[in-house]
């Protein structure tokens, strides 16, 4: 009894010394309701783990109560030689590892796989011709207008996810200032970037050329027609005054009460919505929409058959399986070509996945590392181009010169 | 060594551990640029880039005027409120000291909402008036006024717990020499428990140069970032920003600034 006890005991050591170890790390871990996998990151582990017998797959949540809790846990493992070998964040997160030696690029591994995803969305993690990562569905932000405030001032509005023009959407402000109600809101008390940055889009504003996020370039024409606009949008009163001390709470809570005709949120719930890109100045072919993704990652064991495995979890987690679920349980926007995302009760997102997968998406360097520095430096500048305290001149001067200290 | 001072280890080693040793290593990890990959070495750039950021420096000063602004609001309403409270019947008392006790448990950020509404720059009750947001000083006040309602209550308690235990019989003495009632309070009672009232406003004030909470989930700093204090600034500094080792250096300088005001306190009161 007791050889065999050694026996079995020395088989499942041995067992487990052969196995492969895989870890992913994630940001939260959704339940997959009524499935046979209790969550998103149960599925790839799972369907992983019988595709290659031995193999082990370990979930990491690196979620925290605290912000910046995910960063401080992702780069805590990572310089202390235990990095993940897929890890599954936001793609602001994950793009500091778009680089040769760090991520893997994906179309050495699994070409065909990638093949589904539709090149707009696979573009964004696409560098120097490596594809690093692998999105999840999208979430979009777009312009949200009240249609029943619409109807209530006398403005006829254009079919959703339309393109439309500052002039159409003039018009609507000028029916709702007549009535007391603002076209929309401005706002510089907590954060502006993306919900109030997004109104650049409109203007063709580029906040960075040619994908080059090293340095900040508005010092253009299309940035001075964008501030001269929001000038006069707060000096005649078509958005709420005191745009430098609200705060997106209160934006969100002006458009809930009614009193906004187009906002980044849903305008009010009971009222009837329908969604837009950000309308756009003459010439100026797109508004802007912004979205962000999980986008998972399979980094460099230096392995060839850890690499692979990395990169056949990196594509199961988001797959077209779990990305048609998303899309018709919570609305979410597919970023794998084919998947619809449908018309649900009191969800109106599939209008958003309209929007962005006809106008794509208003780049202000969202997807880059470097966001967390970048963003947050625009607040002060802004608030002072608000309250009047500097000319658009001096608030491109200063801002450029600040957003580029940042970057650097 | 005695052995009575070993009684003092345990406590001295958890304080050098969780204190000492890590507010050593801010220090030292303010002399780099932390990304915890590419980690570099920039000797005192942080120092010198958190001595020229006037956001910074700008909070230093508001930690001191939130310490002042709290203290004095907070001490001068829940002095007399708790003096007034352990003048009560014992019965009486314990169940004014309980309900003064509520509030207390309320957290912050259950509250937030609320001041945000009182003082929305949009529609707020107060807009018309005045738009606390507008300016550093008005918001700072603004904050400080959140502090002390929410901490007042609590502090009238803990003085009239102190101040019951003032003996009756030293009231009673003084009230039989003609003493009204405020004349026993503020000439009998209050000398009594000076001593444990400077401690709660060496504490309050040290609990003011850190309000995170309200700064972070009503104020947002406004307006620009220029009424945020000391620990929200280190905060958004590496939090926000992402920006560790300037927010370790940050951290070390706030650190320096605080033990330098205790040790001018100190020869002062000297």
């Known amino acids: 009894m007791r050889r065999v006890f050694l026996i079995v005991l020395l088989a499942l050591v041995a067992f487990g010394l052969s196995a492969q170890k895989l870890t992913v790390l994630f940001e939260g871990n959704p339940p997959f309701i009524g499935q046979k996998w209790a969550t998103m990151y149960d599925r790839p582990k799972q369907i992983l783990e019988e595709r290659h017998p031995g193999v082990k797959v370990e979930l990491l949540d690196a979620t925290a109560g605290v912000q910046g809790g995910v960063n401080v846990m992702l780069e805590s493992l990572v310089a202390s030689g235990q990095t993940p070998n897929v890890v599954s964040v936001t793609v602001m997160r994950a793009s500091k590892f778009f680089k040769p030696g760090q991520a893997l690029d994906l179309k050495q591994y699994v070409p065909n796989d990638l093949k589904k995803w539709e090149p707009m969305f696979l573009d964004r993690v696409t560098k120097g011709g490596k594809v690093y990562a692998v999105p999840g569905t999208a979430g979009a932000l777009t312009l949200a207008v009240n249609l029943t405030l619409a109807e209530e001032v006398g403005w006829k509005a254009p079919p959703y996810a339309t393109a439309w023009t500052l002039d159409s959407f003039m018009e609507y402000a000028k029916l709702l200032k007549a009535k007391g109600k603002y076209a929309t809101v401005l706002f510089s008390g907590s954060n502006p970037i993306p919900y109030v940055t997004a109104w650049f889009a409109s203007f063709g504003v580029e906040f960075f050329k040619n994908g080059d996020y090293s340095k900040v370039t508005i010092d253009s024409p299309q940035t001075r027609k964008a501030l001269a606009w929001m000038r006069m949008m707060i000096d005649e009163g078509y958005v709420p005054p005191n745009a430098s001390q609200i705060i997106d709470d209160d934006s969100v809570a002006l458009s809930a009460a009614g009193n906004i005709g187009a906002n980044i949120w849903i305008a009010n719930p009971p009222a009837k919505t329908a969604y837009y890109p950000f309308p756009h100045a003459t010439g100026v072919k797109t508004g802007g929409v912004f979205s962000n993704y999980i986008a998972n990652v399979a980094m460099d064991k230096k392995d060839k058959k850890l690499n692979q495995l990395g990169a056949e979890l990196a594509v199961l987690i988001t797959d077209d399986v779990y990305q048609k679920y998303s899309a018709e349980t919570s609305g979410a926007i597919a970023t794998i070509k084919g998947i619809v995302t449908p018309k649900l009760p009191g969800n109106d997102n599939y209008q958003a996945a309209e929007v962005l997968k006809k106008f794509g998406l208003f780049d202000m360097g969202a997807e880059t590392a470097k966001y967390p520095v970048f963003r947050p430096v625009i607040q002060p500048f802004l608030s002072q181009f608000f309250d009047g305290v500097i000319d658009a001149e001096t608030f491109i001067k200063k801002y450029e010169a600040a957003a580029n200290e940042a970057l650097n | ?270």
């Open chain 2, 1 to 270: 060594m005695k052995r009575s001072s070993l009684l003092i280890l345990p406590c001295l080693v958890l304080c050098l551990m969780f204190s000492v040793v890590p507010m050593a290593l801010s220090a030292v990890a303010g002399l780099w640029k932390i990304d915890f990959q590419d980690n570099v070495f920039v000797g005192v750039a942080n120092y010198v880039k958190a001595f020229r950021d006037p956001r910074f420096m700008g909070s230093l000063l508001n930690g001191l005027v939130y310490a002042i602004l709290c203290v004095a609001g907070n001490f001068s309403i829940a002095i007399p409120l708790g003096l007034a409270v352990s003048d009560l019947p014992k019965g009486v008392r314990r169940k004014v000291q309980t309900a003064l006790f509520i509030p207390g448990l309320i957290i912050g950020v259950v509250m937030a909402p609320l001041w945000r509404m009182v003082f929305n720059p949009v529609n707020g009750p107060l807009v018309g008036i005045f738009n606390v947001w507008s300016n550093r000083w008005s918001a700072i006040a603004a904050v400080s006024l959140i502090v002390i309602v929410g901490s007042v209550s609590t502090t009238a308690m803990s003085v009239s717990v102190y101040a019951a235990s003032v003996g009756n019989e030293v009231r009673e003495a003084a009230r039989m020499d003609g003493a009204s009632n405020w004349r026993v309070r503020w000439s009998i009672v209050l000398p009594g428990i000076a001593n444990v009232i400077v401690i709660l406003m060496i504490l309050g004030m040290i609990g003011a140069t850190q309000i995170w909470e309200n700064i972070q989930t009503i104020s947002y700093a406004r307006p620009s970032f220029t009424s945020g204090g000391p620990i929200w600034e280190i905060y958004d500094t590496g939090f926000t920003r992402i920006q560790y080792g300037l927010a370790c250096a940050k951290t070390a300088i706030y650190l320096a600034a605080f033990g330098l005001i205790m040790l001018v306190a100190r020869l002062v009161k000297r």
